[in-house]
């Protein structure tokens, strides 16, 4: 079954202990690209990768960082969390990131930093 | 600052009714133009995109986009108490990329039985 895969998907942690959530997907997608939601804010993207090795900023992306190692796999590190990254996240895919391209959504990790 | 403003909601409709949801966007070059459903809990899915002046049509759902007025919207006929969900509105730039692609803060929608 094509998807998106990410864990966990459900993450309380302390502030400044380091975390990582983990996106996987199998459909071979160039584009992938992580977003967090937030009550009244939408989807706001952090990070996005074109291909593997290849990465940029989205708009939100300050405390976090990605790394782009094999084509697959997204994951989103938080090093030091604060309560204002408490929120819920969405790892995303499309086939090249053309702009008409339907995004395939992972399941969600709801994060909690105390 | 690109925008995409939503009516946050919640809107209610009998079973049966017309629901309509809007949307507008403030980039003039917005070429692209996305609704997402999400269920509570779940995570966004595309149920329709429209590119061009018009209406366009699937099923028991129809989107309306007029440029001149920088406005899109989504109506769903037949409400079933199973299209209770967010519907995101999204907005894509001439860029050409994926990355331009921003989204509305959502509509909640009952379908009361």
């Known amino acids: 079954e094509a998807q998106v895969t990410q864990n966990p998907r459900y993450l309380i942690t302390v502030t400044g202990k380091k975390l990582t959530v983990t996106c996987s997907q199998n459909m071979n997608h160039e584009y992938m690209s992580w977003y967090r939601q937030d009550p009244g804010l939408g989807l706001r993207q952090i990070y996005y990768s074109m291909n593997v090795e290849v990465t940029d900023k989205g708009d939100v992306p300050e405390g976090y960082k990605v790394s782009r190692k094999e084509k697959r796999n997204f994951p989103l590190i938080l090093e030091s969390p604060s309560p204002n990254q408490t929120s819920l996240y969405f790892c995303?895919?499309?086939?090249?990131?053309?702009?008409?391209?339907?995004?395939?959504f992972g399941s969600g990790t709801q994060l909690s930093v105390l | 600052q690109k925008e995409v403003e939503q009516n946050s909601g919640p809107l209610s409709v009998p079973e049966g009714a017309i629901a309509s949801l809007n949307c507008t966007y403030s980039?003039?070059?917005?070429?692209?133009f996305f609704w997402y459903r999400q269920y509570s809990g779940k995570s966004p899915e595309l149920i329709m995109f429209?590119?061009?002046?018009g209406d366009k049509e699937d099923g028991r759902f129809t989107a309306q986009l007029n440029k001149a007025s920088q406005y899109v919207s989504l109506l769903i006929r037949d409400s079933q108490p199973s299209d209770s969900a967010t519907y995101l509105c999204?907005?894509?730039?001439?860029?050409?990329?994926?990355?331009?692609?921003?989204f509305g803060s959502g509509t909640q929608l009952t379908v009361l039985p």
């Open positions: 995303a895919s499309s086939l090249t990131g053309g702009r008409d391209e339907k995004l395939f």
């Open positions: 999204a907005v894509n730039a001439p860029s050409g990329s994926a990355r331009q692609l921003t």
């Open positions: 429209i590119y061009s002046n």
């Open positions: 980039d003039r070059g917005s070429q692209s």
